[in-house]
């Protein structure tokens, strides 16, 4: 069987399926693949010629198949642009929880040149306010109890002209009578198998979604066509790549591949490498109705025969620490795909336990900015280095510099700085925030640390803000959370410095313990000392058996358990 550079170099060599040159792009020279799609666009059309054989979409009792959800989309496209007057480049926001009519109005804008917005489903009345004024919103697409958050708050998005409501009418929100408001249903009355005319570069704007993070108002991060076709290339030349080197995911009678769909569509890991990879791809994709819950996701797994599972890696925790999981039929899975865990080698022996059929597991790397994945680990290097999220992706570079943007040797720790026709145009008309994240030569800074070693594979250590410094000694939250999860009656743990008079900061830990654990704090305590040095031993421990708060990417909320702030959204994970 050949080694994974090895398939590399042939698919991405001279004359490879996947053959990466090195073209200008923004004005400077980058590496992206010598056959690509044009646009988006040019996704739906392969989705519609996969006609009505198989499904694409299955959602409670609905179901759409490849070609229905195609002449939908197109009709969705054709109505907001004759009925309500959406031009290329306008902005469609939506304001949901995953459903068919996300997916739908999001074909329908980027197929025509406009521009999709993704507003977070967790945001407050506050945070949504603001992502419709920044984001300039033309169009809303919103489901009934996100849009409650705003019905009074309307005309505080001047640009905002027509909203549609994916599950109620106007009448029920008392609103009959106001003409921004429409039912989603006026969107699909008249399917077409033509898509509407448009002209779409590669480097038009696709999609805006705002950066999660945990202080300050959030960034609008711009992801291009160009970016967007870049990591479905990417994700399709990893699905060729893993087949040659033997750890392939394919169903047992090598039919549809079925993949339960619970990242949220606002979020790059649902939008761009799960609704775009699946239409491309022939997935059918099973979308839990409602907010995400592990038996739930058991259930559909074992109703649909479910072969692919990629998602954040907190919801892979709460399926495999579910304590009715052996209950379920799971062994059509095939293949898990978590994103970034710090935890991924007690990770994959849970996924192994709860799951087994799985022949491998992923572990990927990227940000918002990134359009989704700029590395992944899979197969056989993901059992060599489980603590690695890989190399990076074809037509991705990587590097780790100093505090002074110098970049650093091999294995020494910096910051993570990344590049490739993947990146962000930069942050919706946030020009110097834009120049803050990605330098002059077309790098993109992260805010993560970590280090490289000989094969070039990422190993990523904390972010820059999370990094403590005690007494001199730089402590990385991660490898101290690593220890604490590999513990049986540890659940999840966040660690974060707290002030000290003398040595600067100290370490504190927040602990949930499963639920009949009854261990005390001397003997987690001790269990970190068993295998780190002293003083990366915590010196405070708060222990609960409740959720951690964590976005909706899976990231801890570091800022909240601080005390410096609230939680930013209206659940959380």
């Known amino acids: 069987m050949p080694t994974s550079s090895e398939v590399r170099a042939q698919l991405t060599g001279p004359a490879g399926m996947f053959e990466v040159v090195t073209e200008d792009v923004w004005g400077r020279p980058t590496q992206v693949y010598a056959n690509r799609m044009p646009s988006l666009r040019s996704v739906l059309e392969v989705g519609l010629l996969r006609g009505d054989d198989q499904t694409f979409i299955a959602y409670g009792d609905r179901t759409y198949s490849f070609g229905e959800f195609g002449r939908l989309s197109n009709g969705v496209a054709k109505a907001l642009r004759d009925d309500f007057g959406l031009a290329k480049g306008d902005r469609v926001a939506v304001l949901s929880q995953n459903n068919p009519e996300w997916c739908l109005t999001f074909w329908a804008t980027v197929s025509q040149g406009a521009v999709l917005v993704g507003l977070n489903g967790w945001w407050t009345t ?80 696709a999609v805006i979604f705002y950066t999660s993070g945990t202080t300050g108002r959030p960034k609008g991060a711009i992801s291009t066509h160009r970016s967007m076709i870049a990591n479905l290339q990417n994700t399709m030349y990893n699905a060729v790549a893993n087949s040659m080197s033997g750890s392939a995911s394919l169903p047992d009678d090598g039919g549809q591949n079925v993949a339960l769909f619970t990242s949220p569509l606002f979020h790059v890991s649902g939008c761009h490498s799960t609704l775009v990879v699946g239409l491309l791809a022939g997935l059918k994709l099973v979308m839990p109705e409602g907010r995400f819950l592990p038996e739930t996701a058991l259930q559909l797994i074992q109703d649909h025969r479910v072969t692919l599972w990629a998602t954040v890696p907190t919801m892979v925790w709460r399926v495999c620490e579910h304590p009715d999981r052996h209950s379920y039929d799971t062994s059509s899975v095939r293949s898990v795909v978590f994103g970034g865990s710090p935890s991924a080698e007690e990770l994959q022996r849970m996924v192994h336990e709860t799951f087994p059929s799985v022949s491998s597991t992923s572990n990927a790397y990227g940000l918002t900015e990134t359009s989704s994945v700029a590395t992944v680990i899979s197969g056989p290097d993901a059992v060599a280095k489980p603590a690695s999220v890989g190399p990076a992706v074809p037509t991705v570079s990587l590097k780790i510099t100093d505090a002074n943007g110098v970049e650093v040797g091999q294995g020494e720790t910096g910051e993570v700085c990344i590049n490739g026709p993947i990146l962000m145009a930069g942050y919706w008309n946030k020009p110097e925030a834009t120049a803050e994240a990605i ?38 939250s991660v490898e101290i959370e690593q220890r604490l999860v590999s513990h049986p009656e540890i659940a999840d743990a966040a660690i974060y410095g707290v002030p000290h008079p003398e040595l600067g900061e100290e370490v504190k830990a927040t602990v949930q313990l499963e639920a009949h654990s009854s261990l005390t704090v001397t003997e987690i305590q001790q269990w970190v000392a068993g295998s780190l040095a002293a003083f990366k031993v915590p010196a405070f421990v708060d222990l609960t058996f409740e959720k951690l708060p964590r976005n909706a990417s899976g990231k801890l909320l570091k800022n909240v358990l601080r005390g410096e702030g609230d939680v930013s959204f209206a659940e959380t994970m």
């Open 439 to 476: 330098d002059a030569d077309g790098w993109l800074h992260t805010g993560d640390v970590g280090h490289l070693d000989a094969d070039g594979f990422l190993f990523i250590t904390d972010r820059k803000k999370d990094m403590i410094i005690r007494g001199g000694e730089n402590i990385y």
């Open 126 to 205: 506050d945070e949504i306010e603001y992502g419709l004024q920044d984001s300039g919103a033309k169009v809303l697409v919103a489901d009934r109890k996100r849009f409650e958050r705003i019905v009074d708050s309307l005309d505080l998005a001047p640009h905002l002209e027509h909203v549609f409501l994916t599950d109620c009418t106007p009448a029920d929100l008392g609103r009959a009578d106001d003409p921004r408001l429409h039912p989603f249903s006026d969107l699909t009355a008249a399917p077409s198998p033509d898509l509407i005319e448009a002209e779409i570069a590669e480097d038009d704007y």
